[in-house]
C-alpha cells in the first residue's frame, strides 16, 4: 500500500517558524558589509540660552533709590527751614556791628627808587553784640589795610567769644612790604600832601553763632571799613576824618 505525505495544515496569521541563529564570526574574521550596523555620531553640546538681562527691574530699582533720595533732601530742607525760622521767632538776631577807634602808625617807609613801602599799624576795633540771647564765637581771621586797591599790610583777627549785648574791642597789628606802581605812589604822594589819605581796612572772620546752649555752624563774617585819614607818619596817630563800616554775614 502506497505510502502518503502528510500535510500539516498552517493556519493563517500564525507565526513564521522560528529561524535558526547565524553563528557568531569567527575569530580573526572581519564581518561581512552587511553585517556592520551604522553608528551615529554624537550631537554637539549647546549651552543652554541666558535669560535676557532683567533692565526692567533694575531700572525701577534706581527710580525708586533717586525718589528716596530727593524725598530724603527735601524734607531735611523743610525741618532745617522750620528749625531756621522758630530760632528767628524766638531769638531775633542781629547782625553785630565794627567800628575802626584808632590807627597808629608805627612804620611807614618810602623807597623811591624801588618803589616799596614798609609799613607797620596799630588798629583798636570796636565790636559790639546788639543780642539778648546770642552769644558770637570769633574764631581769628584775616584784616588788612589797603590804599585805593593795593594792600599795603594785614594781620590776623584775635579769636574771642562776645557774649549777649557784650562789646569787645581787640588790638589788631598790620605790617607789610609791598612794592607800589608808579601811578599808585604818584597818588599817595600827593594825597598826603593834600591831607586827605583814603584807606580801606577789612576784615574776614569765621563766626559761630549761639543760641542759648546751641552752636550754629561756622560762618564768614566780612568787615569793611571804609576811613578817610589826614596824613601817614610814623609814630603818630592818625586823625580819623571819615569812618564807614559795615559788616555782612555769609551763610
Not at 500500500?1 to 493563517?12: E, F, G, L, S, W
Not at 608805627?106 to 553784640?129: E, H, M
Amino acid at each position: 500500500m502506497a505510502d502518503y505525505h502528510r500535510i500539516h495544515p498552517v493556519t493563517v496569521g500564525s507565526p513564521p517558524p522560528p529561524q535558526t541563529p547565524s553563528a557568531p564570526p569567527e575569530h580573526g574574521k572581519k564581518p561581512s558589509h552587511d553585517q556592520l550596523l551604522p553608528v551615529t555620531a554624537p550631537a554637539p553640546y549647546a549651552p543652554a540660552p541666558l535669560p535676557p538681562p532683567r533692565r526692567r527691574r533694575r531700572h525701577s530699582r534706581c527710580c525708586r533709590c533717586v525718589c528716596c533720595t530727593f524725598l530724603a533732601l527735601v524734607l531735611l530742607a523743610v525741618a532745617l527751614g522750620a528749625t531756621a525760622g522758630i530760632l528767628y521767632l524766638v531769638f531775633r538776631p542781629k547782625i553785630p556791628t565794627f567800628h575802626v577807634d584808632r590807627l597808629t602808625v608805627t612804620r611807614f617807609d618810602v623807597n623811591t627808587t624801588t618803589a616799596t613801602v614798609t609799613d607797620a599799624f596799630d588798629v583798636d576795633v570796636t565790636a559790639t553784640n546788639p543780642n539778648r540771647r546770642i552769644g558770637i564765637y570769633y574764631d581769628g581771621g584775616d584784616v588788612t589795610a589797603s590804599f585805593n586797591g593795593t594792600v599795603l599790610c594785614r594781620g590776623a583777627f584775635p579769636a574771642l567769644y562776645q557774649g549777649h549785648r557784650t562789646t569787645v574791642s581787640p588790638h589788631i597789628s598790620l605790617t607789610g612790604e609791598t612794592r607800589l606802581d608808579s601811578d599808585v605812589a604818584a597818588q599817595l604822594l600827593q594825597q598826603q600832601q593834600v591831607g586827605f589819605v583814603p584807606l580801606t581796612v577789612r576784615a574776614r572772620v569765621p563766626i559761630r553763632i549761639k543760641f542759648g546752649a546751641i552752636r550754629l555752624w561756622k560762618m564768614t563774617g566780612k568787615a569793611n571799613c571804609n576811613l578817610v585819614v589826614d596824613n601817614i607818619q610814623a609814630g603818630t596817630q592818625l586823625s580819623i576824618r571819615s569812618n564807614a563800616c559795615s559788616f555782612k554775614l555769609k551763610i
